[in-house]
């Protein structure tokens, strides 16, 4: 099956949070849409660059390139209702 | 037109008054220290204050209309980092409600730099952990040290080196956690190392539980010798079979030498940090463990090494039963070279059962003590008094017969009633005694068959009613026919003696003769003279019989000392009279291993003593002094002073007699100084010379 969800998720060093945003994160995704994402994680502490030219501001911060629109949502990514909401997965009532 | 005015007017009134809303509001937000951004539904930003400049580390215009992202969270806080190229990422706590701006939805986002409160936290909770690990291995050195404690005083109640292995096993497995280990004791032999107590999986073979000292390298250089990992070493040889990975060895030392060795192996690595203790942590709980165990070792070979020493009893400090066998062999051999009896008295305290019941067991010692208290006084020194059993005692009498020995147990029978005991204000009732007599050597031969018939005889004087005297039986005709037939043989062969030993004295003062026929001749009448006196004491005919013997030959050690001294005419020097002095020790030296039924050499070596301890050569005094040496000191003055000298005419018998009477009782004994004087003075004893070789006795 072909990748339909392209991702990047934002996050700061190796800290605790950023492990339980990672964790949590796939444990959404693989719930429903294993094998037709892709994920790449960005540690703005390793490539501050890449965080500038995306303008991030806070992490965690994903953002959902493919399908468009672009979507990006910020903060606590526990919520798995939330998540896939704010990424546009689901229809917006 | 004053319509219109009156709006306009208004109308002026509240756009100012807006404007003023407007402003106090703005002040607020410009002013905020933290950032406040505001984002329309989707999370694009449409204002950012200046506070978010300081919070992002950067000029915040070019953010306007770009994506902040869509908070997921509404009228709630979050822990977001904060992404500020320049400095270190911040942490922020960020809070959003939704909120109507205009007619349209936005999100409201305040966000506020908490890094320096993260840190501070972060400080304090490392500061936490930090003290719970030291507030742990506090705890776990307080149980260590209880444990220590506890440990210590079960080994101080030990006395036996058997019964330390378990206490040592279980508080090695409580002290040692995790560890593999054995406690080594060095043998007496000093050649090799026995284990005594092992834990954890320590091998069991022996090669690992027996091996020689330089087998240990802790051992060799007398201090902790530890291994870190053993796979890279150099290990100690006697470990070859264990399966640690790290170990300590730590000799034990007590009274300031090696006597054994504490092994501690693990499987777990050093560098495992856990919360049991590693083993070079372990290392200060295993030197003092080793201490107590050292010290409580030591102590108790040494009470071990006490007790069977020990030949008193403790409560009353009397001589034990163990002493006693020793004690009534010794005498035995003296009684028979002597020719005297034994008297042995087996006695035992009537109803003790019922005072230590009625008055306690306290009581009951205290009984015991003052009982033996009351024999020690009444006792002659040459007597012993022995602690048998419970409430059981053994009298001993050496040279007494068995008239003798009744006539004292009957004076003692009587005598115990008068003692009163006070126990805790209370007077005891008085106590009777029951005595079983043996004798030694017309009831019994040897210390089993003394005790036997002593104890048989004190049975009948309990069974007839008790506080009483009871003289023991032979056992069966079988045994005393077999005991006359001993006893026969025993006369047999020292008659064959004597003959032996007649001779060897004929040869020994016929010598005399030829080198001194002075010292001969008053040997001879030496002799005489103390056997007058032995028989006016009343001494037994084989008294009389050595006392002859000894007195004939009394001077033999004045073989050894030149003539010349012996007749010089004028006064010996100090050197010539310690020359002198020297024979009673050579004659004792010359008799000592001659076979014969009198203690001959001793007689001889005590015959220049004197009552009060002047004499020579060993000082002694009083009941020291032989009776047949103290008969003889007195015959041999006599005869010395009454007949010729080389060196002074004769003083004649009553100068010598003058003499015995001024130093009775210090000098000579009382009883042989009495009895000389009557010989000579009452019973008109006489000395008279026929020519100078034959004495002729007149009585």
């Known amino acids: 099956m072909a990748v339909k969800y392209v991702l990047k998720l934002y996050v700061t060093g190796e800290t605790p949070r950023s492990q339980t945003v990672l964790k949590n994160l796939k444990e959404i995704l693989d719930e429903d849409y294993k094998g037709v994402y892709s994920l790449k994680v960005i540690d703005v502490i390793k490539q501050p660059q890449l965080a500038e030219d995306d303008k991030i501001l806070a992490t965690p911060t994903l953002i959902k390139?493919?399908?468009?629109?672009?979507?990006?949502?910020?903060?606590?990514l526990s919520d798995r209702e939330k998540v896939l909401l704010g990424l546009d997965f689901v229809a917006i009532r | 037109m004053k319509k219109l005015t009156k709006k306009a007017d208004q109308d002026k009134k509240y756009l100012q008054a807006l404007k003023e809303s407007e402003a106090r509001f703005r002040s607020i937000v410009l002013w905020s220290p933290d950032a406040i951004i505001v984002t329309d539904a989707k999370g694009k930003i449409e204002y950012m204050n200046p506070a978010a400049e300081?919070?992002?580390?950067?000029?915040?215009?070019?953010f306007i209309g770009k994506d902040f992202g869509l908070p997921l969270v509404n009228g709630e806080s979050t822990e977001i980092d904060i992404f500020r190229p320049g400095k270190d990422p911040g942490v922020g706590d960020m809070y959003v409600v939704e909120a109507q701006w205009l007619g349209e939805n936005t999100h409201l986002i305040t966000i506020r730099d908490i890094t320096m409160r993260?840190?501070?936290?972060?400080?304090?909770k490392q500061a936490q952990?930090?003290?719970?690990?030291?507030?742990?291995?506090?705890?776990?050195?307080?149980?260590?040290?209880?444990?220590?404690?506890?440990?210590?005083?079960?080994l101080q109640s030990c006395s036996t080196v058997q019964e330390v292995p378990a206490i040592v096993i279980s508080y090695a497995a409580k002290l040692f956690p995790g560890t593999d280990g054995a406690l080594f004791l060095l043998s007496d032999s000093k050649s090799d190392l026995q284990s005594m107590a092992r834990w954890g999986y320590f091998p069991e073979d022996v090669d690992s539980n027996i091996f020689?000292?330089?087998?240990?390298?802790?051992?060799?250089?007398?201090?902790v010798y530890a291994v870190e990992d053993m796979k890279t070493g150099p290990i100690c040889p006697h470990l070859k079979k264990s399966s640690s990975t790290t170990y300590i060895c730590l000799p034990l030392i007590g009274k300031g030498e090696i006597i054994g060795l504490l092994h501690l192996g693990t499987k777990r690595p050093v560098q495992e940090d856990d919360k049991q203790a590693n083993i070079f942590e372990l290392k200060e709980i295993a030197v003092m463990f080793a201490e107590y165990f050292s010290l409580s070792i030591a102590n108790i070979k040494l009470s071990e090494k006490l007790t069977s020493q020990s030949v008193r009893d403790p409560l009353t400090r009397l001589y034990n039963r163990r002493y006693m066998d020793e004690i009534i062999q010794h005498e035995i051999l003296r009684a028979a070279r002597q020719q005297t009896?034994?008297?042995?008295?087996?006695?035992?305290?009537?109803?003790?059962?019922?005072?230590?019941?009625?008055?306690g067991h306290e009581?009951?010692?205290?009984?015991?003590?003052?009982?033996a208290d009351f024999f020690r006084l009444q006792i002659r020194r040459s007597d012993f008094i022995f602690r048998y059993g419970g409430e059981e005692f053994v009298l001993v009498l050496p040279e007494s017969s068995v008239e003798d020995t009744y006539k004292y147990a009957e004076s003692l029978r009587k005598e115990i009633k008068n003692m009163k005991i006070n126990f805790r204000d209370q007077q005891l009732p008085s106590i009777t005694l029951s005595f079983g007599i043996s004798a030694y050597p017309d009831l019994g031969l040897d210390t089993i068959e003394l005790i036997r018939i002593a104890d048989k005889a004190l049975y009948k004087a309990k069974e007839a009613g008790r506080d009483r005297v009871v003289i023991g039986?032979?056992?069966?005709?079988?045994?005393?026919?077999e005991r006359k037939h001993a006893k026969e043989e025993l006369q047999g062969s020292l008659n064959s003696l004597s003959k032996e030993f007649n001779t060897i004295v004929q040869v020994l003062i016929s010598s005399i003769e030829m080198k001194d026929p002075y010292t001969a001749s008053h040997q001879r009448w030496s002799a005489n003279i103390a056997c007058a006196i032995a028989t006016e004491m009343g001494l037994p005919q084989d008294k009389i019989d050595g006392l002859r013997m000894a007195g004939s030959m009394h001077d033999i050690g004045k073989l050894s000392i030149p003539a010349e001294i012996l007749s010089k005419p004028t006064k010996l020097t100090e050197i010539e009279f310690s020359l002198i002095k020297e024979h009673s020790r050579s004659g004792y030296e010359m008799l000592k291993d001659v076979e014969s039924p009198w203690p001959l050499a001793q007689i001889v070596y005590q015959h220049h003593e004197r009552m009060n301890g002047s004499g020579y050569p060993r000082n002694l005094k009083g009941d020291e002094i032989l009776m047949e040496s103290r008969i003889l000191a007195v015959a041999d003055i006599v005869e010395a002073m009454a007949s010729y000298r080389p060196y002074r005419a004769a003083l004649g018998i009553e100068a010598a007699l003058e003499e015995i009477e001024k130093n009775k009782g210090v000098f000579y004994d009382d009883a042989v100084a009495d009895a000389c004087l009557r010989l000579f003075r009452e019973k008109g004893y006489q000395l008279k010379y026929d020519g100078e070789t034959n004495p002729v006795e007149k009585t």
């Not at chain 2, 952990?129 to 079960?154: P, V």
């Open chain 2, 473 to 481: 039986a032979q056992d069966t005709a079988v045994d005393i026919t």
């Open chain 2, 54 to 62: 300081v919070v992002f580390n950067r000029k915040m215009e070019s």
């Open chain 2, 212 to 223: 020689a000292p330089d087998a240990c390298w802790g051992l060799r250089q007398g201090r």
């Open chain 2, 118 to 124: 993260k840190q501070i936290e972060e400080k304090i």
């Open chain 2, 363 to 371: 009581a009951g010692d205290e009984f015991l003590t003052r009982l």
């Open chain 2, 341 to 359: 009896g034994i008297g042995v008295v087996m006695i035992d305290i009537d109803h003790f059962k019922q005072i230590n019941d009625t008055y």
């Open chain 2, 129 to 154: 952990e930090a003290l719970f690990i030291i507030n742990n291995k506090l705890e776990e050195r307080n149980r260590q040290n209880s444990l220590l404690s506890e440990m210590r005083e079960l």
């Open chain 1, 65 to 76: 390139i493919l399908p468009p629109p672009v979507a990006r949502i910020i903060g606590d």
